[in-house]
């Protein structure tokens, strides 16, 4: 029996830590209360094969283009094939998805070729899977830590040993483990206006990279095209589209027809760029989400969540378009795994968001996350099972690779040499926006390398200060816009999620995926005085 250190919990942590608990000691750490994650605010739907008219090669074949290029087609196929069995998983683990008279509500989503997507409560499906999993969780014999932040990761002779974390009751603290599994999701508060909740800091990603670990495909942020232009960037779900509602600017034009021949339901890079657009073109003003000739019985059916969000907001989207436009979403980057969920360094696996394992390529396909994350996360366990003891992976990244040195000198005569404004998460929050969002060029990521580079956070103020996790947080999220902004500069294409200006067209000679490393192993986590706490010996739920 090994002891296995879960860290995160969302479906891909909960799916990993439910089926380790049988053989295993198993630790699940999050850094909110258990039910808080990313998928909790999923309001699409769960892609899978099955409907006796549909097929694993079409699913396949959907998610390959939409990956522009980039996808690791062996992975793509297992996350096709294995996909429908862990679908009836969570339905054994309780999750009631939406059905109509035939059998399961079938949904559309963009660049799907036939509805396969799966919902639960309309526009709930993430949080009705997230209650299925922590009651399940809830009956197995597993320790929990709430409320308990992710530091870095305790590498002994190159091999992942445990983890340093801190919580609000224990303070600073270790826990040892045969196996680690990061589940930590991804880094949409590198950026000001994201659908992902506040805990979304890239932790397990950072971590990883400063243990030594690879990450791979870090540039390709996926921009959300339909956040409600309001505080909060309120996710309003591409089913919607997909039931018919369609955008219009300014003058009350459809302009996406113009730009796809898919129109509203084009690839989401497509249709957050062509927003974009269409915002620059009328001064910056939000572009509207049409739903009005859906009526408002069918939009509060279809989707309670939103219906109930815009109503108590004071709008009745049935009768009024509403103000839309992009933001941070998910991130098709992370840690590089195999297709059991390995990383390169032995006694690390990832899964979910965190991981990249090659489904998503330059650009996700609607609703193949809650997929990956789960499917994935069965594979790393079954692969711990299999295993003697830690063995590392071998991701196919092939050869491309940054090597991130932010000590690097910085003299290029053509940037401006004023002193940057202090770190702040605003002000990290502004350079991202500005200079790494949705469309880059070579100067505004140089400028974005420079003034990153100039900003530090101490190990000091993670492990002993009074806002320790708000500067491990700080932490990650610097170290996380390093990696993004260099693996954005040495892209030198336009390719699904990634838009570079000065480099409009796909170039065939790069695509592969790009790793990125840091420089030596001085990066690693420096020598730490944390209390050790044996994972096996802390009292289980």
């Known amino acids: 029996m090994a002891t296995v250190l879960v860290v995160g919990s969302g479906i891909a942590g909960l799916v990993a830590a439910i089926h380790a608990s049988g053989r295993h000691e198993v630790v699940v750490v999050t850094k909110d209360v258990l ?19 549909d097929r694993v090669e079409d699913h396949v074949r959907d998610t390959l283009l939409a990956g522009a290029g980039l996808c690791d087609e062996e992975a793509v196929r297992v996350l096709c094939t294995e996909g429908p069995e862990r679908i009836r998983e969570l339905i054994a683990f309780g999750v009631a998805f939406d059905r109509d008279g035939d059998g399961f509500a079938k949904g559309l989503e963009a660049a799907h070729s036939y509805p396969r997507v799966l919902h639960a409560g309309g526009d709930a499906t993430g949080a009705a899977i997230e209650t299925a999993l922590v009651e399940t969780l809830a009956a197995r014999r597993v320790t929990v830590l709430e409320h308990t932040v992710l530091v870095d990761l305790v590498v002994t002779a190159g091999t992942v040993t445990g983890a340093h974390l801190r919580s609000s009751e224990r303070g600073a603290f270790t826990v040892d483990a045969d196996q680690v599994i990061l589940a930590t999701g991804g880094v949409g508060q590198l950026y000001p206006f994201t659908t992902n ?23 390709f942020v996926q921009f959300h095209p339909t956040a409600l232009a309001a505080p909060g960037s309120f996710l309003v779900s591409e089913a919607v589209r997909g039931e018919g509602a369609v955008l219009r600017d300014a003058n009350g034009e459809r302009f996406m027809r113009a730009l796809h021949p898919d129109a509203e339901l084009a690839p989401r890079d497509v249709v957050a760029r062509g927003i974009a657009r269409a915002m620059a073109a009328q001064g910056g003003a939000p572009v509207t989400l ?21 109503r108590a907001s004071g709008v009745d989207w049935s009768r009024t378009p509403v103000a839309v436009a992009p933001a ?3 991130w098709m980057g992370g840690v590089a795994t195999d297709l059991d969920g390995r990383t390169t360094l032995p006694g ?14 330059a650009n996700r396909l609607a609703s193949n996350s809650l997929l990956e994350g789960a499917v994935f996360a069965a594979r790393a366990v079954a692969a711990i099972d299999a295993a003697p003891g830690p063995i590392a992976g071998h991701p196919r990244v092939g050869s491309a690779r940054v090597v991130l040195d932010p000590r690097a000198a910085d003299d290029d005569p053509g940037l401006p040499t004023d002193p940057v404004e202090p770190f702040s998460r605003s ?14 060029d070579a100067r505004g990521l140089e400028l974005a390398r420079r003034t990153l580079d100039r900003w530090s956070i101490e190990l000091d103020d993670v492990v002993t200060t009074p806002r320790s996790v708000a500067a491990a947080e700080d932490r990650n999220l610097l170290l996380l816009a390093r990696a993004v902004v ?18 409009p067209g796909v170039d065939p000679d790069q695509a592969s995926p790009l790793a ?26």
């Open 197 to 219: 909740p506040a805990v979304a800091t890239g932790d397990g990603a950072a971590a990883a990279l400063r243990a030594g670990a690879v990450l791979a495909d870090v540039e």
């Open 35 to 53: 039910g808080q994650s990313n998928t909790r605010y999923a309001q699409g739907g769960i892609a899978g094969v099955m409907f006796d008219d």
């Open 328 to 330: 941070a979403h998910y």
């Open 290 to 310: 049409d739903a009005t000739a859906l009526g408002a019985d069918r939009l509060a059916a279809r989707f309670p969540g939103i219906d109930e969000h815009l």
């Open 348 to 361: 690390l696996l990832a899964v979910g968001e965190v991981a990249r394992t090659g489904v998503h390529g």
């Open 486 to 503: 260099a693996g954005a500069l040495a892209r030198t294409e336009s390719r699904g999620a990634h838009a570079r200006d000065d480099h």
């Open 427 to 440: 002000a990290l929050h502004a350079v991202m926006w500005r200079d790494a969002g949705l469309v880059r």
């Open 516 to 541: 990125i490393v840091l420089a030596t192993s001085a990066d690693a986590p420096q020598p730490t005085t944390h209390p050790s706490v044996n994972g096996t010996v802390l009292a289980p739920c």
